[in-house]
């Protein structure tokens, strides 16, 4: 049974900064990759970055390129999503996921384990 904990929500104002934590604990590895989705009130849960345990490989939903960064800690079995210059559009609950298998990061149908969310507001 696979667990993820998300940490580092909060309220920011707007073009503030935010670190969101996830420590990933599903067994002996991590699984294939690691996800960051969020949902906004009335809105569908929508994918926003994503990044592979083997080799790095990151991914970014098109509204967040060049803001946000996601990393990892390997020995932490932590992912990490650094969010700059946010905006009210960011506002949302925040939520990590990991997949067992491979294929494309952004499919949230193909995610195994999810965390229990985190929230995070922009003030403007």
Not at 32 to 46: L, M, N, S, V
Request: neutral net charge.
């Amino acid at each position: 049974q696979g667990q993820l904990v998300e940490s580092g929500g909060g309220l920011v104002q707007a073009g503030g900064s935010l670190r969101l934590s996830c420590t990933v604990s599903v067994g002996a590895t991590s699984g294939y990759a690691t996800g960051w989705f969020r949902q906004a009130p009335g809105k569908e849960r929508d994918f926003v970055a994503g990044i592979t345990w083997s080799d790095d490989s990151t991914y970014y939903e098109e509204s967040v390129k060049g803001r946000f960064t996601i990393s990892k800690d390997n020995a932490k079995k932590t992912v990490y999503l650094q969010m700059n210059s946010l905006n009210s559009e960011d506002t949302a609950v925040y939520y990590c996921a990991t997949r067992l298998t491979s294929g494309a990061l952004s499919n949230i149908a193909n995610y195994d384990y999810w965390g229990q969310g985190t929230q995070v507001t922009v003030s403007s």
